[in-house]
């Protein structure tokens, strides 16, 4: 079974100062792990996926498999940086395909942790 | 970028009537599309994949009765929530990818009111 773990329900900073969003995750196969986030009033957007090894708006994550995390980090946090922070775990799927199975990875069926609420004091 | 709309953003209606919410991806055709309920103060959670013409497969506890879901056409799924009832009130999600290896494309959600 998948499973995220957000601990932190709200995280509050100030301008400038690092900021780290947790996430641990469960998962017996090989994980593909995405942050999320949603700014007020709109939709959800996809911040970064491990695989791709990007920084976004200045925000990074490392999959650590040996501790199971997929923590975000940003060194300068911004004003503009609160919001709702999902982390979201895809395991490796099989598709079935009427008698045929086709293995493949599937970015398909997230599960997703409980969310991080973060916020930016001036 | 890629853009799913869902329609209706919001809905009421009274206890007993159904309810059809759309997902459409506008710029790209979504192979696959997904819908989410999201109760209050909790996360989403998964309902049911869509494939572009066959059957949807629902998550474990989901209704396939209570929630018909049709995929027709590459760029539109509908989500229809059958005999609704207030304990069905929640806000609704889809999401849509393109090919098997793209990356989650969400609507705006639907919030739905049962009364």
Redesign the interface.
């Known amino acids: 079974a998948q499973r995220v773990t957000q601990p932190e329900k709200l995280l509050s900073v100030f301008k400038g100062a690092p900021v780290e969003l947790k996430c641990n995750y469960s998962y017996s196969g090989s994980p593909e792990l ?1 942050w ?1 986030v949603q700014y007020s009033r709109q ?4 911040l970064l ?1 491990h695989i791709s090894r990007e920084s976004i708006k200045g925000f990074t994550a490392d999959l650590n498999k040996g501790e199971t995390s997929f923590h975000l980090k940003k060194p300068f946090a911004q004003e503009e940086d609160s919001a709702m922070y ?1 982390c979201a775990l895809s395991g490796l799927d099989s ?1 079935l395909l009427g008698s045929v199975c086709a293995g ?12 991080t609420i973060l916020t930016v004091h001036p | 970028g890629a853009v799913v709309s869902q329609h209706p953003s919001w809905v009421i209606c009274k206890s007993g009537t159904s309810v059809k919410i759309e997902c459409r991806s506008l710029d790209f055709q979504a192979t ?1 599309m ?1 819908w989410y309920r999201q109760f209050p103060k ?3 959670m ?1 309902m049911a ?1 869509s494939n572009e013409g066959s059957k949807a497969t629902y998550e474990q506890g989901v209704e396939k009765d209570k929630f018909l879901i049709n995929h027709a056409s590459l760029t539109l799924s509908t989500l229809t929530v059958t005999s609704a009832h207030p304990e069905d009130s929640s806000f609704y ?1 889809c999401s849509a ?1 393109g090919s ?10 639907t919030r739905l009111t049962v009364t």
Do not use: A, C, M
Not at chain 1, 43 to 46: E, G, I, K, S, Y
């Open positions: 995405f999320y939709r959800l957007q996809l996926r999902y598709i493949g990875t599937s970015y398909g069926k997230l599960t997703f942790g409980q969310g | 696959t997904f909790q996360s989403l998964l994949t999600i990818k098997y290896n793209s990356p989650l494309h969400f609507g705006n959600g």
